[in-house]
């Protein structure tokens, strides 16, 4: 049996040959979109491709509950943003919004079919304080109490501890720039605001579309570890088709921004595995340019290798390559946030309240 | 085919290796387990349910089995996976049966959104559904279990599952759960009635499970109208009494026991509002069993 | 008799209402907000404020002018509770401030 996540590729490339699926091969597609986080896109695939006849009906009605769930994350995002909107009425400052509320205001394609309700927020720096206080004002609680939690994320990250509504229970990330201050890159968050586009009819703004990329890219392959890897390729292939069809000259334009804001690497990443996985329609000058900020062997070889086992691994694969490729990346994403003589201290912080809870319980 | 066509040996086959799918009601669960207690639950318990080809789509991958640790040796323990994931921490080994049931129902109502789900009872008469929603300690599952052996149908006892086009309960016919005393009250009360899988020493006491009446299952493809809602509350001394429930009233009650409403959207204001509309709710409290199964078919009588 | 809150400058906003499912019964009226996916069993006099907001955008006094017809001559503590509960209404986000 064929557990590894080339069916859910297969179905996400040619979403019109789903009706030909048989019983197995769905009760494979239908837990593999799950764990993917993936299945509200293949619902919108289908009604875009009209492809549900002959599906079984039991079939059917997880796709029908996928849209469902994917429609309410919209409507709660889209609150959420409204709700911000009225706590942040007097900040004089830019606000702009990134990730998922960015491609849910804007209606671009990779918004269809998204599993994704946490709104994420860029301010300047020097307004940090006062969007806090208008946040908890409003009914924003901290999450992270911990004193070390606090501490941490102030001095080190790139956004305020997580705010949590008190009725809601929705979450809003407060950032002033893109990636940790303690990383290895630092794209300058005022290069990003004074990019930024304002979103008619609201007080927000958004990322110039090359930066809304390479915030993408940032965020995948500089800052995470890759847990919805296959995910996080259709979303830059989504967003790299997208703004290439609608602006003539985007492709000359992410690669200038790219090197401004010092995210070639992380772009390089994210047009390797689009244009790999999903055949992103990725110029043959732009990726012969991109070469140039290709890590040197055998960092480069390496990082193909654990990305590919990572991105097609089944979910119910356990082998130990697998598991040591997810390793490799989670410690690759910490060592990227942080210094050495940060990040040790930090850990053995984590390790150690982690052990006296235990031995708490 | 059925469970119960499987002998022992087979079944207990057939579920360490590539697990078993049945059916229940509009659900096809494949369920894998090497646990004895498990096992002999399903048997006993899921006799009469439907046992589908291994080709069949699965709506939910079960399994149940011990951990890989230590803990597989000392004090075991049982860990639920569903879809490759292991969303509980583990329980001790000797509830295994009762963590497949709770299991069971945290994977519906954590996956299907294609009907309005109540934290609710349900039983037919005559065409028609009563639908008990009721918090814990209730008596719904002591209610529910004797009514089911004095000529109502089984349709569901924790989860009521209601289409949001048709506005039918759809059943699921699955066991229900017993605890404490209402284990004694029903062995009493329907002597022929099959209890097993009893565990002790669950974070709610004693529990067990009562077997489904085989009519009930032959017919968990045949949805319901709903007719009535009714809060039951049992009270050890006292008369039998009741009483109507405003609609507004009844709307603010229930949406405690709502387990996805908000997700529906306004489809799901829709249906509820409407369902309310043909509903006659009442608040219900009882002491004798006997008395209060005799309401409720006056309920039906009078219809 | 308009109380002395409603001369604050606050009175000449104007509001209107979201997207609203309703439902009465007898004993309660029911709103759906379809921005906000929450449902609310409303006051008799909220309903009544919402319902008249809902025809067309208005302010206070003129909301409180459609309403007066159903509550009766003015009641002293029902107008100085407009304000409230036009304010409570504006919170749950069932009414906006409208430009019209």
Known sequence: MDYSNDLLIRALMAPSQLSNYGSLQWDTLIRQGKRNGLLGRIQVLMKEHQSFSGVPSRVLAHLESARIIAENEQRVMRWEINRICRALEDIEAPVVLLKGAAYVMLELPVARGRFSSDVDILVPKVSIANVEKALIDHGWRHIKVDDYDQFFYRRWSHELPPLQHRDRGTIVDVHHTILPPTGRLHPDPEKLLAASMPLTGTKFSVLAPADMVLHSAAHAFQDGDLTRGLRDVVDMDDLLSHFSATYSSFWEQLAYRADELELSRPLYYALRYSKFYLQTPVPACVSEHSKAWRPAWPASYLMDAIVDRVITAGPWDKDLILKISRRLLYARAHWLRMRPHLLIPHLLRKALRRYRAEGVA | ?303 | MISNSLAHSEVHRRWRTVEIHWKEWDDGILVYNASSGSTHVLNPISAKILKALAKYPANIIEALERITQDIGPSDGEVLASIEKFVANLEELGLIEPSSE
């Open chain 2, 1 to 303: 085919m059925k469970i119960s066509d499987l002998t022992p040996a087979r079944l207990r086959e057939r579920l360490a290796g590539d697990g078993l799918k049945f059916q229940t009601g509009p659900f096809v669960v494949r369920l894998q387990t090497s646990l004895a207690t498990v096992v002999e639950g399903l048997g006993i318990l899921y006799g009469e349910f439907p046992l589908l080809p291994d080709e069949e789509f699965a709506d939910f991958h079960i399994s149940l089995r011990l951990p890989r640790t230590l803990r597989r040796w000392i004090r075991p323990q049982v860990i639920y996976s569903y879809n490759g994931e292991s969303p509980f921490p583990p329980l001790p080994c000797t509830q295994a049966f009762p963590f497949f049931e709770t299991g069971l129902n945290w994977s519906i109502y954590s996956e299907v959104f294609n009907y309005l789900i109540i934290h609710a009872a349900a039983v037919e008469r005559g065409g028609h559904a009563a639908i008990l929603p009721a918090p814990p300690g209730s008596g719904k599952s002591t209610l529910t279990a004797g009514l089911i052996h004095r000529g109502w149908r089984l349709l569901t006892d924790e989860l009521t599952l209601v289409s949001l086009s048709t506005k039918r309960v759809v059943p699921l016919a699955r066991p229900i759960s017993l605890k404490n005393q209402a284990i004694d009250i029903i062995q009493q009360f329907a002597p022929s009635s099959v209890i097993a899988a009893k565990c002790c020493n669950t974070a709610k006491g004693t529990v067990a499970y009562l077997r489904p009446p085989a009519e009930s299952v032959a017919r968990m493809l045949e949805p319901s109208i709903p007719r009535w809602l009714i809060y039951p509350q049992f009270s050890s001394n006292g008369d039998l009494s009741f009483s109507a429930l405003g609609k507004a009233a009844t709307f603010s009650r229930l949406a405690d026991g709502l387990v996805n409403y908000t997700v529906l959207g306004s489809a799901g204001f829709d249906l509820l509002t409407s369902l309310i509309d043909e509903l006659d709710c009442y608040e219900f409290t009882y002491s004798d069993l006997g008395e209060a199964i005799a309401w409720f078919d006056r309920l039906v009588e009078c219809d």
